[in-house]
């Protein structure tokens, strides 16, 4: 056991969010056709009930918008909001209006279910890919017909892109009823059909089957990365174990209330925060605070939801109600960083709803102006009004932003970095700070022996021997790293006995005939270390390193200093933002001596000491003055990273931390920030450079279809050469390094 008291570490405090659960007796959230516990609560005119669902469907924040515009048509609707992370849907209403909400949201295609019961389990890869693989298998016969036969490939490339039209022609339809004009799936459909007119079957065909691999795509990220917020609720145990009036029972984890007595086996986490009633226990904190050596607690000390009880059986007397632990705190703070931060919609998306009605206006005054007001013929006025449609159609438009985005996603994750999307995407390109994590981040996050300091006449090997014999067995991260380091080295432990751990001071052990003791310095009595001593190791913690002294017959031998290294790519990472005109900043939860040590190795600001909330008002504080993105790799940074401009998250990384990222760092290599952002910047730099080609030959074909020297076959050509420009351009993006 070992004390590391002096890094004045806290239990993590969390606000509590205007959107806390409400008991269980007071839900009214289940969807229709579930059974609640109780009747719902009687609307209230002046402050309106809340209710929420879970929403299956989203692949992107478009979605989200879908379904909020849908939701907001309903009469007496006071506040809609989705919460794409957690795929969640709030309603405010001064009346119950569940049954409208479903049928609102079920008219825009997606579906409801109740927030308070398990999802249901994901479809297979079959019934989630069919319609795309059977849309690339008739557009392969359709290819192999239009080689042997025109007109029969040409029909069957008609009948291709029908059969891909028809669902989003249909959710196009959905959305216009539900308030959403002009979606994504209108355009395109609007794309389609105008290739189809113009005879460019199999061009209509191909951008169909592009835009559905594009989505499926986007869903699968969504719901790849929406797993990690199980893993948040996963970290509380679904059962406790209670004692009431001296008898032990197992109870669910939602039936424990504050003053309740429980138990937790060594290598168990807490259902619930709590209070210490032992007189001291050592707890691994690593997923709720970053810091990778467990920190001690004395009796009556709190300790937080999720932590895992290291060395001993604990009793615990639970402090925090139902729904409001730590990790239930933690998991609000999330929603309500996302809820701050505006979602970023897709340039197309936005564009359509004024280019597209723009298109058919002017077309259609052009068909009907010149022969209703000016008595000029109608057949010269149709042909330039179809021509102009033709220059009109979108197809270059749809496919220029999506084939950039796509070509940027695929080279990035070339050299292992996954980023969520294209609004992701969008938002990389833009970043002007990076706030790191310390603890997994910059540092490999778990403890090394450093320094091995021995009195005149002791060998390093021999005190690092009698260590590691008395710590052999431990699965302290202390102790680890010591047998760790005496197996490096290839020492012979020797057998040890009366082997005990001291309350509040350390560990001991009889080697032969001496009795050998691992302690804290602060837990040693006064005048055992001389003041040379004091001062060598007062250094040593000054520079961000956990001491332990080693003491035979209580005599000191010496000490074993350890410390989180540095990854070995974290200064040439920090070095290559700095090129990028970027900088750095380090964010930790530890203590500020280490902090500094970390942060003058690598010559960035830090911030030290701070809890997940402070990160997080210190993210929105840095973020003000320009675009910041957070990097980490712990469930304490995920709320920070939902409140950046950008979360990136390490690899091996909590999965809570890689669903609140929009990237991560798969390979655990530092270095792929720089090159992320510069793919970023680049496939940014391409999708301005698609949409200049794709506007700016329709508007010349434009000027020359009214002033007559464009026909149909010119517009074609415009149209499938734009379309050939803006893809040739995306691709580039592939031989990006």
Known sequence: MHDTSQDNHKTPQFPRSKFSP???????????????????????????????????????????????????????????????????????????????????????????????????????????NRQIIVLIVLMMASWGLEQASHPFGNIAFIITSLVGLWPIARQALRLIRGGSWFAIETLMSIAAIGALFIGATAEAAMVLVLFLIGERLEAYAASRARRGVSALMALKPDTATRIQNGQREIVAQSALRPGDIIEVAAGG?????????????????STLTGESIPVEHQQGENVSAGCTSIDRLVQIEVVSEPGDSTIDRILRLIEEAEERRAPIERFIDRFSRVYTPLIMALALLTVIIPPLFFGQLWEPWIYKGLTLLLIGCPCALVISTPAAITSGLAVAARYGALIKGGAALERLSQIEQVAFDKTGTLTIGKPQVTTITTLEGEEENQLLMLAAAVEQGSTHPLAMAITYAAQQRGLTLPVVGQHRVLSGIGIEAMIGNDMIRLSSP????????????????????DEGQTVIVVLRQNALLGTIAMRDALRSDARVAVNKLTELGIKGIMLTGDNPRAAAAIASELGIDYHASL????????????????????VGDGINDAPAMKAATMGISMGSGTDVALEAADAAITHNRLTELSRMITIARATHMTIRQNISIALGLKLLFLVTTLLGFTGLWIAVLADSGATALVTANALRLLRQK
């Open 269 to 285: 986490r807490l259902p619930a925060d709590g209070r210490l009633l032992n007189d001291f226990a050592s707890f691994d904190e």
């Open 611 to 630: 809890l997940p909330a402070d990160k997080v008002n210190l993210v929105n504080e840095l973020g003000k003055s320009s675009p910041l993105a957070m």
């Open 522 to 541: 602060t837990r040693l009595s006064a005048g055992q270390l001389d003041p040379v001593w004091q001062q060598r190791i007062a250094q040593q913690e």
């Open 22 to 128: 409400m008991p269980a007796r007071e839900h009214a959230c289940c969807a229709e056709g579930v059974t609640c516990e109780t009747p719902p609560l009687q609307p209230s005119a002046e402050s309106g009930d809340s209710y929420s669902w879970h929403v299956e469907g989203m692949d992107c924040a478009a979605c989200a918008r879908k379904v909020e515009n849908s939701v907001k048509n309903i009469p007496d609707v006071q506040h809609v909001q989705v919460l794409f992370a957690t795929e969640k849907l709030l309603v405010k209403s001064s009346r119950d209006i569940r049954n409208e909400v479903e049928q609102a949201v079920t008219s825009v295609g997606y579906k409801l279910s109740d927030s308070t019961t398990p999802k249901a389990a994901p479809d297979s890869f079959w019934q989630e």
